[in-house]
């Protein structure tokens, strides 16, 4: 049982180097949701293995094996490894929890800031304009979708680039990029090794949104340049933006502005990377899901109902 458990555990620091992988071999869009997903299922699944090391625990201790009806003696692996691999479960729970609530609660500040500065700005449609002088510019999750920039990012750019920066934080909101950014901010707090991924994610991201304007505009090289200039404008730019609000400024620019200047290029196969990361989610569920019918026989076996 310990050794299944520990896969959903190791799983994860696997994910970095294939996400990264992911990026460069299929397009923006599809490496967007194939790295969310399997961040978001390894994130389950190393809970779900802490969890079951915190019952082990649990039940080792007197009080917890009279609470659970236990006539006797739950069978583990040595106590030497159990209760150590308890109680930094417990820690790692306590951490985890504990900086979730915290970047929730920022978070939430932060999109109400933002929601309520889109108020008081003059609206067209879905664009927002607010007056300020720091450039910015990002597109805001809510009801209804919002395109909020600023007057000072307005003027450091030209028509033409003004509307390839309205096509890309549109692509944003039309592609629902804000789930996939929260879901890896959630998935960097349940296992550490995940915390790069949410990178990787967040440039997944951009790049699909840079290739969804370049189609938008019809123009790589404009998108590329607007792209520049809007990033260039928002270095230093101070704005009540949450962090799952996608913004052309975001990632590494010069890395995106590269790939919109060279020729599209047909995806390289991603068959194998995909098969990966497949695989990769499949052997932690597996391994979870065998993990806990293990701990529950034993559970059985140790409250009598079951023959070991």
């Not at 998108?223 to 809007?230: E, L």
Request: with cysteine; proline share 7%.
């Amino acid at each position: 049982m310990t050794v299944l458990l520990l896969l959903p555990l190791l799983l994860p620091f696997a994910l970095p180097a294939l996400a990264r992988r992911t990026l460069d071999r299929l397009a923006p869009a599809a490496a967007l949701r194939a790295v969310t997903v399997c961040a978001v299922v390894l994130a389950g699944c190393s809970l779900a293995a802490l969890g079951a090391f915190v019952l082990v625990g649990l039940l080792k201790l007197p009080l917890f094996a009279t609470l659970g009806e236990l006539v006797h003696p739950l069978r583990t692996a040595s106590d030497v490894l159990v209760v150590p691999a308890a109680a930094a479960s417990v820690g790692v729970l306590a951490v985890g929890g504990w900086t979730l609530v915290r970047s929730a609660l920022r978070q939430g500040r932060a999109f109400r800031a933002a929601r309520t500065q889109a108020g008081r700005g003059p609206a067209a449609g879905d664009l927002c304009v607010v007056d300020s002088p720091h450039p910015d510019a990002y597109a805001l999750p809510g009801r209804p979708h919002r395109i909020v920039v600023t007057t000072a990012m307005l003027r450091s750019l030209d028509g033409p680039e003004r509307e390839a920066l309205f096509a890309h934080e549109r692509a944003h909101n039309e592609g629902g990029h804000h789930y996939f950014l929260a879901a890896a901010e959630l998935a960097a707090h349940c296992h550490p090794a995940l915390r790069p991924v949410r990178e990787t994610i967040r440039l997944a991201a951009e790049r699909a949104a840079d290739e969804a304007a370049a189609a938008t505009v019809g123009d790589r090289r404009l998108t590329a340049r607007a792209i520049a200039r809007a990033a260039l404008a928002g270095r230093a730019a101070r704005s009540p933006r949450p962090p799952f609000a996608a913004a052309a400024i975001g990632g590494p620019v010069p890395q995106r502005v590269q790939a919109l200047l060279d020729a599209p290029r047909v995806p390289r196969s991603g068959r194998a990377i995909t098969a990966l990361l497949v695989a990769c989610a499949a052997v932690s569920c597996l391994a979870s899901v065998t993990g806990a019918a293990d701990f529950h026989h034993r559970v059985e076996v140790a409250q009598g109902e079951e023959s070991p």
